[in-house]
């Protein structure tokens, strides 16, 4: 079964733009959450979705936002991009919310601002 | 609000050695804890996992315990090698399922 996949793997953005990345879970998952890592605040938890629907969101601007799509792959806009939000940001995918499930981590996107 | 915590932040060790990492996290109401490998630049591969109703797990020469009354868990590696040196991140999961991470401990084996 193949893992979590993200694309694109590394982008490099201009100051004020605004950036979308892709996740696409683990086939039959359906819960979908983002997380940012940064060197200053480790890891830290951006938004879940679940069948479609934002069901958590964590403590970041409404520059991030989120969608999920009937096959359960999920994106992540950024808008008017700043230089902290340079970042490895994450997916995760798991079967259901919560639970005993694991959750199972992509490669990343790594997002350059300059 | 859920606080996880890893001591030691580093940690360096001859190659052979047994050694043991700590997470502290503050609130109990936990569903499970993860242990998560990360190598440098890369994602997280997920090491173990333990329901909130276990005690310990192992998976080869890793084994991880959890004490969720008094917030703690240990990932405990056996006979080192330089293969094992990453950053080894702790998480838990809430009922909101999101996962709060620990800092983590980076590991290295020395040859």
């Known amino acids: 079964k193949a893992g979590v996949t993200q694309t694109p793997r590394y982008l490099i953005k201009t100051r004020g733009q605004q950036v979308t990345l892709s996740c696409s879970p683990i086939?039959?998952?359906?819960?979908v959450s983002w997380y940012q890592q940064t060197p200053g605040q480790g890891l830290q938890f951006l938004f879940e979705?679940?069948?479609?629907?934002?069901?958590n969101k964590g403590n970041f601007p409404g520059r991030f936002s989120g969608r999920q799509f009937s096959n359960s792959r999920s994106e992540m806009n950024v808008s008017t991009l700043e230089l902290g939000d340079s970042a490895l940001y994450l997916c995760?995918?798991?079967?259901?919310?919560?639970?005993?499930?694991?959750?199972?981590f992509g490669p990343g996107t790594r997002l350059t601002v300059t | 609000k859920q606080e996880v915590t890893q001591i030691p932040a580093a940690l360096s060790v001859p190659e052979g050695e047994n050694l043991v990492l700590n997470c502290s996290f503050t609130?109990?109401?936990?569903?499970?804890l993860q242990w998560f490998r990360q190598d440098p630049g890369k994602g997280l591969t997920s090491l173990l996992l333990?329901?909130?109703?276990?005690r310990e797990q192992t998976s080869g020469r890793l084994n991880a315990s959890l004490d969720k009354s008094s917030g703690r868990s240990t990932l405990y590696i056996a006979a080192s090698q330089p293969g094992d040196s990453a950053t080894y991140l702790c998480?838990?999961?809430?009922?909101?399922?999101?996962?709060?991470f620990g800092t983590g401990t980076r590991l290295t084996v020395i040859p």
């Open positions: 086939s039959g998952h359906r819960s």
């Open positions: 979705y679940f069948s479609e629907t934002q069901r």
């Open positions: 995760a995918s798991s079967p259901v919310r919560g639970g005993p499930y694991e959750q199972y």
């Open positions: 333990i329901q909130s109703s276990q």
């Open positions: 609130d109990s109401a936990i569903y499970n």
């Open positions: 998480a838990v999961l809430t009922g909101a399922n999101n996962l709060f």
